[in-house]
């Protein structure tokens, strides 16, 4: 019965792939395919009797020479005209696990009925756990974490994607919308022109606007600007400083919203001389 | 056994060209360098990313590489930074005229025209 299982299991499991694949069913049963089914029809069919080794061995084994023989049916495959490819992949070991499971059950039934290796599904834990010594509850242990670990893994890697990354461009060009020959000397009061960008990647609609200060001073600014996602925005915009003095700090400050801080600045240093 | 072959194989590794990854934004603001900057712009970046630069804005860098760990050039240009660019006179030394800043940098002889990116001055 548990090879009946394991290879209706497997051969369930390819349609599954072909058409459905990435399907939560898909993925589990992937699992024990790539992970379990195939060292467990290989421990059969090297240990048929029920004597050979314990279940707790043996469940053990399953998962550590399924590890072994999957990469080894890969590099297999590598050197065959298939390749490595989900097909390949999924018939190889398909094929492996039923030729396994048929010598497997081919060698139980060449012994005597009280010899041969059947699992008996009872949950008598105590019976269990006070039969085995101190190393094989250890491994027991230490198997149940791994499976766990695994499910949770796999629970982590099969879940939707996240939101792709948000962000907000800003930038600034000069007067010919390149970004060189930004404003540097000043008269008092002159006008200088700079071209600002906002490009909107938050992936919804975003109300932004703009504050233009040196030092406490606001000189300038946009009012509100709506941009639905990845809508581009671009204007020339303009300011007068308002006092003499080397190296000032013009402040372009993008607000997001209703926000109080500035999502992005812009720093632009300019000598304003008198006239 | 294991740790023994990977121990020889280590080495070999080192030598290899590898990709080298930035997040989406990074991706945006060089390929906007390419598109807004002269063609004979020359860049200094931090450089962990100074690797992708060339390709994604097709512009010139000043330092380049795959695995800039341990690299005392790469090192030099980490601190340069670190200390926010502070020394005009080391970027003119470099014959570069732009600069990407993981770090804010308050150096009044640089423009910020963009997050991260820093424009030398008309006349420095």
Known sequence: MDLLAVVVASL???PLAVFWGGSPVSLVLGLIFALFSPGYALVAAVFPKRHDLDIVRRLALSFGLSIVVVPLAGVFLNYTRWGIG?????FSLLAFIIVAAAVAWYRRRRLPPEERFEPRFRLRLSQFWGGHHLLDRALLVLLVVVI???MGVLVYVARPPEVGQTFTEFYMLGPEGRAADYPDVLGLGEEATVTLGIVNHEQAVTDYHIRILIGEDEVGGVATITLAGEEEWEQKVSFAPVGVGEEQKVEFRLYKGNENTPYHVLDLWVDVVGN | MVVFALFLRMEGYAE???YQIVDVDTYRDFEWLGEELPRD????????VGWAYFPA???YVYSARAYPWGVEQAMEIGEFFREGATDTEYIREKNVNILYSPFPLNNPDLVEVRDGVYILREGN
């Open chain 2, 41 to 48: 712009s020359i860049a200094l970046l931090n450089p962990y």
């Open chain 2, 16 to 18: 290899e060209d590898y």
């Open chain 2, 57 to 59: 804005s097709g512009q």
């Open chain 1, 148 to 150: 766990i670990g695994a």
């Open chain 1, 12 to 14: 369930v499991l390819v």
């Open chain 1, 86 to 90: 989900l097909y390949p992949v999924l």
